[in-house]
């Protein structure tokens, strides 16, 4: 069976703290909730894919440390693919997260000496992929990776969370380039993301820029629109561009429709605001529709 999408990037572990506010300079605070589990955006979107009912699968790097192992044993127990990881002695990054009761977060993370991975890492999967999901945090891995592509078919689509070397090379070299309110500002040179998305669509045959809370705009080829967010009550948005992007890439996978694709992945989004940490609240596809069918 070919895998519905393979997911491309970061893999990281969180450790996410529920505190009453983000500490001031030399201040002591006590964290009343605490969470420890897998994250990153790549890797939380194939957790997604999988939750949703399509098979998944993860390219990047986890160390062989007990970070890496604990993430590697949660992907496993999703039931993703994990034939294209990459292990090594090199730390597994790990995240530190704040998360206020308002939902709103501060995050640290530590790398140590990881570095990306090479070209000649990229572990192709057994299977073809429907849909590949770059988060733009392994540009090594980008042109073996799109090559293999070429050979074997599949949709691409870049999770643009913010503007760096990874992501500027990938984000006209995808079908569809799904960008953050902050990377269109950061490319553009202003926040105007209307002015953004019109001249990102000039050389892009799709694009998507998702405003928080304030929902999404989009244009494919002549059409555009708009599409308000779900209300939900947030208590930690942590992960939730992550779980956009892995219901964006498994509705294009699963031949949705555009309009339901997406409503599909904001619906997951939006969910996966409403619970601590990103990898617990994940939305399962059963949640997902609830959602749906009561808006």
């Given at each position: 069976?070919?895998?519905?999408?393979?997911?491309?990037?970061?893999?990281?572990?969180d450790?996410?703290?529920?505190?009453?506010?983000?500490?001031?300079?030399?201040?002591?605070?006590?964290?009343?909730?605490?969470?420890?589990?897998?994250?990153?955006?790549?890797?939380?979107?194939?957790?997604?894919?999988?939750r949703?009912?399509?098979?998944?699968?993860?390219?990047?790097?986890?160390?062989?440390?007990?970070?890496?192992?604990?993430?590697?044993?949660?992907?496993?127990?999703?039931?993703?693919?994990?034939?294209?990881?990459?292990?090594?002695?090199?730390?597994?990054?790990?995240?530190?997260?704040?998360?206020?009761?308002?939902?709103?977060?501060?995050?640290?993370?530590?790398?140590?000496?990881?570095?990306?991975?090479?070209?000649?890492?990229?572990?192709?999967?057994?299977?073809?992929?429907?849909?590949i999901?770059?988060?733009?945090?392994?540009?090594?891995?980008?042109?073996?990776?799109?090559?293999?592509?070429?050979?074997?078919?599949?949709?691409?689509?870049?999770?643009?969370?913010?503007?760096?070397?990874?992501?500027?090379?990938l984000?006209?070299?995808?079908?569809?380039?799904?960008?953050?309110?902050?990377?269109?500002?950061?490319?553009?040179?202003?926040?105007?993301?209307?002015?953004?998305?019109?001249?990102?669509?000039?050389?892009?045959p799709?694009v998507?820029?998702?405003?928080?809370?304030?929902?999404?705009?989009?244009?494919r080829?002549?059409?555009?629109?708009?599409?308000?967010a779900?209300?939900?009550?947030?208590?930690?948005?942590?992960?939730?561009?992550?779980?956009?992007?892995?219901?964006?890439?498994?509705?294009?996978?699963?031949?949705?429709?555009?309009?339901?694709?997406?409503?599909?992945?904001?619906?997951?989004?939006?969910?996966?605001?409403?619970?601590?940490?990103?990898?617990?609240?994940?939305?399962?596809?059963?949640?997902?529709?609830?959602?749906?069918?009561?808006?």
């Open positions: 069976m070919p895998l519905d999408v393979l997911c491309v990037g970061h893999a990281s572990f450790l996410v703290f529920g505190v009453p506010h983000h500490p001031a300079a030399d201040e002591k605070i006590v964290a009343d909730r605490l969470l420890a589990c897998g994250g990153g955006p790549a890797a939380n979107a194939a957790i997604t894919v999988a949703l009912g399509l098979k998944a699968g993860f390219a990047g790097y986890l160390g062989t440390d007990l970070y890496g192992e604990r993430h590697l044993d949660e992907l496993i127990e999703a039931g993703v693919d994990s034939r294209s990881v990459v292990r090594g002695t090199s730390p597994t990054p790990l995240s530190a997260v704040l998360v206020k009761p308002d939902g709103q977060r501060a995050l640290v993370n530590y790398k140590g000496d990881t570095r990306p991975l090479p070209p000649q890492a990229f572990l192709p999967p057994a299977t073809p992929a429907r849909c999901l770059f988060d733009g945090h392994e540009p090594g891995l980008s042109e073996p990776v799109l090559g293999w592509r070429r050979a074997q078919g599949g949709i691409t689509v870049l999770d643009a969370g913010s503007l760096h070397a990874g992501t500027e090379w984000m006209f070299r995808v079908d569809h380039l799904v960008a953050s309110e902050k990377f269109a500002a950061q490319w553009l040179g202003k926040d105007e993301p209307e002015q953004a998305l019109a001249a990102l669509a000039e050389r892009s799709c998507v820029i998702t405003l928080g809370e304030r929902g999404l705009i989009w244009r080829g002549t059409e555009s629109g708009r599409l308000p779900f209300p939900v009550e947030a208590v930690d948005t942590t992960g939730a561009g992550d779980v956009f992007h892995g219901a964006y890439a498994a509705g294009l996978a699963a031949g949705l429709d555009w309009p339901e694709l997406l409503r599909h992945a904001s619906a997951a989004g939006a969910l996966c605001c409403t619970g601590l940490g990103a990898r617990p609240a994940i939305p399962s596809r059963a949640e997902v529709e609830r959602l749906l069918a009561a808006r």
